[in-house]
T-cell receptor, first 112, second 111 residues
Framework: TQLLEQSPQFLSIQEGENLTVYCNSS?????LQWYRQEPGEGPVLLVT?????EVKKLKRLTFQFGDARKDSSLHITAAQPGDTGLYLC????????????FGTGTRLQVTL | NAGVTQTPKFQVLKTGQSMTLQCAQD?????MYWYRQDPGMGLRLIYY???????DKGEVPNGYNVSRLNKREFSLRLESAAPSQTSVYFC??????????FGEGSWLTVV
């Protein structure tokens, strides 16, 4: 089993602050995905990164895949209450193109 | 969550009772999955189906059975529910680029 460790587990910040969450593993991945899950709903894909060192931006969210493809980070600039949710990283099981392993998640709360 | 429909949304069972969670898709994709989500444990794969008529075990299959009788539907059955199966269950399907589309979840409590 490939373990994806996310940190921090919980994060409570005020609107306007910046934050970074991390997804780390000892395994090398062909790709890595980030999902956001809002209360009472299923996770929704935010981004897929596939190249070591790749940086993708989605409005105020910046995703980076580590050079060695073992880790990833998500940086949010000027957080808003709408960013509140559970952020999950996920990566394919070894030897398969599908069947994702999910991290345990970072629960973010952004308050006014 | 459009395209993946799960029923029921909420269910309370007594220990030993059986039930089936239903999942249907309208996106015409082959691969479908059942995950459970527990606090501090993340999403764990129970069973998956690569195509109609085929199923395989995931990370935590014990106590569950699945059925993929057609391309559209993938059901998860608990034959004899246990309190350890209290969880939120998500059906999902795989789209292009390995994107996983999740249903809205089914909250199951076993007392």
């Amino acid at each position: 089993t490939q373990l994806l460790e996310q940190s921090p587990q919980f994060l409570s910040i005020q609107e306007g602050e910046n934050l970074t969450v991390y997804c780390n593993s000892s395994s090398v991945f062909s790709s890595l995905q980030w999902y956001r899950q809002e209360p009472g709903e299923g996770p929704v894909l935010l981004v897929t990164v596939v190249t070591g060192g790749e940086v993708k931006k989605l409005k105020r969210l910046t995703f980076q895949f580590g050079d060695a493809r073992k880790d990833s980070s998500l940086h949010i600039t000027a957080a808003q209450p709408g960013d509140t949710g559970l952020y999950l990283c996920a990566a394919p099981h070894t030897g398969t193109a599908s069947k994702l392993t999910f991290g345990t998640g970072t629960r973010l709360q952004v308050t006014l | 969550n459009a395209g993946v429909t799960q029923t029921p949304k909420f269910q309370v069972l007594k220990t030993g009772q059986s039930m089936t969670l239903q999942c249907a898709q309208d996106m015409n994709h082959n691969s479908m999955y059942w995950y459970r989500q527990d606090p501090g444990m993340g999403l764990r794969l129970i069973y998956y189906s690569a195509s109609e008529g085929t199923t395989d075990k995931g990370e935590v299959p014990n106590g569950y059975n699945v059925s993929r009788l057609n391309k559209r539907e993938f059901s998860l059955r608990l034959e004899s529910a246990a309190p350890s199966q209290t969880s939120v269950y998500f059906c999902a399907l795989e789209g292009p680029g390995n994107t996983i589309y999740f249903g809205e979840g089914s909250w199951l409590t076993v007392v």
